[in-house]
Every structure is written in structure tokens, then in C-alpha cells.
């Protein structure tokens, strides 16, 4: 099956600095979401973005499907920004999702 | 207008028993998929129910079953419980076909 592979696993910054947070997939897919995972458990999404790029607040996400892969920034990070994302992928319209093992981000006041 | 309501948030079962969690859909959702989250990994998919029927099934034993009710509500059961099915379980709604997800907080399950 597709394969989905994300880094780095850990990220500690300080409040104010940015990040990249990486996607790779093994295959085509019909779609790319990227998720945020609160310590409480809740999954939240940020963005379905498939291919181009999107922005919200200071998340942006840009997918290259031909390249298989994908980009979570975050800029200006707040410690409310802690967590763990995940990339998840679809190969079909009607397809069950796929998660990475997602990117632990710690944000240090 | 309520997300997605899982049921207990926290549970402790025994090595062999059963257990039965629950998912209520976000409001105009009728699709319900289950995860399994262990610790430190990504969510793993069970089963995906849509119109009261099983469309889709992860790799996962017989040991999990699931239903779906004429509400579109949800019920995740796991028979003889191994040490192994400790794990945060997530319930995801969508309307259709995976459109719009929305995840419920889980149900934390911890098997002694």
C-alpha cells in the first residue's frame, strides 16, 4: 500500500521562530490533508490540499503531487502551536485515509 | 451545531473482555469511520460505515466489529481484548464519500 513518510518526527523551537514540516507519499493520491493533534487527542484539520498552495493565518501548505510530496509552514510559532501534525493521504475519491506517524512539535515560551 | 461525540472518554477493561464505544456524527454527516491510534503513531483505519453497511475495512482481525444505526450513529465493538488493543479511539464523520471529515476527541482504552 501507499506509503506516507513525515519529518523530522520531533521539532522543538522557541516561541517566534518558524518551521517546515515535510510529507512524503509513495504513490498518487486524490487527496492530501494535513492535521493538527491537540495533547488533549483532538484532530483538527488545517488544510485539504491535494496540489498548489493554501494559506491560513500563519499556516500555508504547499503540495507537488508530481514530486509526492508536501509542506506545512508555520510561522511566528506560539506555544498554543504545540502538538503533533499529521499528513494524511487518500488514493481514490472513495478511499480510506492514510496517516503518516506525524511530527511532534514542541514550542518553548 | 455539535462536531463528533465519542463515548466513554476513558475506559478500563480486562485482558479477554469486550467493549462497545460510541460515535454520534457532526449534524448532516452520514458516513463514520474508526481509527486506531497507539501510542506515539499515526491513526490506523478500521472500518468505514455508510448507509448502515461496512463499505470499507483496514487490517484489522474479526475481533472488531462495528454498526451503523438509521441516526448514522455508530458503535465500535472489540471482543476478547488483548494487552494490544490499548489505543486511542478515533471517530471521524464525513458527509458522502470522505468529504469533510470531522474527528471526534476519542476514547482512551487501556487493557490490563
Known amino acids: 500500500g501507499i506509503q506516507v513518510e513525515q519529518s523530522p518526527p520531533d521539532l522543538i523551537l522557541q516561541e517566534g521562530a518558524n518551521s517546515t514540516l515535510r510529507c512524503n507519499f509513495s504513490d498518487s493520491v486524490n487527496n492530501l490533508q494535513w492535521f493538527h493533534q491537540n495533547p488533549w487527542g483532538q484532530l483538527i484539520n488545517l488544510f485539504y490540499?491535494?496540489?498548489g498552495t493554501k494559506q491560513n493565518g500563519r499556516l500555508s501548505a504547499t503540495t507537488v503531487a508530481t514530486e509526492r510530496y508536501s509542506l506545512l509552514y508555520i510561522s511566528s510559532s506560539q506555544t498554543t502551536d504545540s502538538g503533533v501534525y499529521f499528513c494524511?493521504?487518500?488514493?481514490?475519491?472513495?478511499?480510506?485515509?492514510?496517516f503518516g506517524k506525524g511530527t511532534r512539535l514542541h514550542i518553548l515560551p | 451545531d455539535a462536531g463528533v461525540t465519542q463515548s466513554p472518554t476513558h475506559l478500563i477493561k480486562t485482558r479477554g473482555q469486550q467493549v462497545t464505544l460510541r460515535c454520534s456524527p457532526k449534524s448532516g454527516h452520514d458516513t463514520v469511520s474508526w481509527y486506531q491510534q497507539a501510542l506515539g503513531q499515526g491513526p490506523q483505519f478500521i472500518f468505514q460505515y455508510y448507509e448502515e453497511e461496512e463499505r470499507q475495512r483496514g487490517n484489522f482481525p474479526d475481533r472488531f466489529s462495528g454498526h451503523q444505526f438509521p441516526n448514522y450513529s455508530s458503535e465500535l465493538n472489540v471482543n476478547a481484548l488483548l494487552l494490544g488493543d490499548s489505543a486511542l479511539y478515533l471517530c471521524?464523520?464525513?458527509f458522502g464519500r470522505g468529504i469533510g471529515y470531522t474527528f471526534g476527541s476519542g476514547t482512551r482504552l487501556t487493557v490490563v
Open positions: 494524511a493521504v487518500e488514493r481514490g475519491r472513495d478511499d480510506k485515509i492514510i
Open positions: 490540499i491535494p496540489s
Open positions: 471521524a464523520s464525513s
